[in-house]
């Protein structure tokens, strides 16, 4: 199957910093999300973007598709984006009908 | 973005009892769920596929008659934990998805469970 690869597995900043999550998938894809889990356990959806850029707010992500990866960028940091960042995948067709997902980044953003 | 529930969202339970969890779309319809468990510091495992008035596809490894799943309609899926053992400890997360062209993923605030 599918293999999804999120770098760094572990990212400890402080805050105001910024930072770029990568993940890089080995085969063409249909969909990528990122996702935030807090601590809580919720996943939020941070982005669908499987191919160009988008951003909201401080969070802006970047798919290049030929190149199977995707950059999540993270500007002026808060304590509150602290967590486990999740990159997901999505492959259509036949019976790969399902989200494949990466170990994930956990971020510290350190006061 | 689209609204999923999941109940409940702990749940503390004894051994051999079976426990029902509930994943709700609360604004759209979804003709497929999914079923993820979550092991401490881990990515999510997509457990199973819960299609709405079929049978479930279950992914290798994961026992079709301990973890029943029921899509009796095109806004809950059930995943019911069959006689508990302290291993079925886990958290477990739904998922749904607006079909279409572009599918995205929505997911249910997961739901922790305890067996004692």
């Known amino acids: 199957g599918i293999q999804v690869e999120q770098s760094p597995p572990d990212l400890i900043l402080q805050e105001g910093a910024n930072s770029t999550l990568r993940c890089n998938f080995s085969?063409?894809?249909?969909?990528l999300q990122w996702f935030h889990q807090n601590p809580w356990g919720q996943l939020i959806n941070l982005f669908y973007i499987p191919s160009g850029t988008k951003q909201n707010g401080r969070l802006s992500a970047t798919t290049v598709a030929t190149e199977r990866y995707s950059l999540l960028y993270i500007s002026s940091s808060q304590t509150t984006d602290s967590g486990v960042y999740f990159c997901a995948v999505f492959l259509s067709g036949g019976s790969n009908y399902k989200l494949t997902f990466g170990k994930g980044t956990l971020l510290t953003v350190n006061p | 973005g689209a609204v999923v529930s999941q109940h409940p969202s702990r749940v503390i339970c004894k051994s051999g009892t079976s426990v029902k969890i509930e994943c709700r779309s609360l604004d759209f319809q979804a003709t497929t769920m999914f079923w993820y468990r979550q092991f401490p510091k881990q990515s999510l495992m997509l457990m199973a596929t819960?299609?709405?008035?079929?049978?479930?596809?279950?992914e290798q490894g994961v026992e079709k008659d301990k973890f029943l799943i029921n899509h009796a309609s095109l806004t809950l899926s059930t995943l019911t934990v069959t006689s508990a053992h302290p291993e079925d400890s886990s958290f477990y997360i739904c998922?749904?998805?607006?079909?279409?062209?572009?599918?995205?993923?929505?997911f249910g605030q997961g739901t922790r469970l305890t067996v004692v």
């Open positions: 998922s749904a998805e607006i079909q279409g062209m572009n599918t995205e993923a929505f």
């Open positions: 819960s299609n709405e008035g079929s049978k479930a596809t279950y």
């Open positions: 085969d063409s894809v249909n969909n």
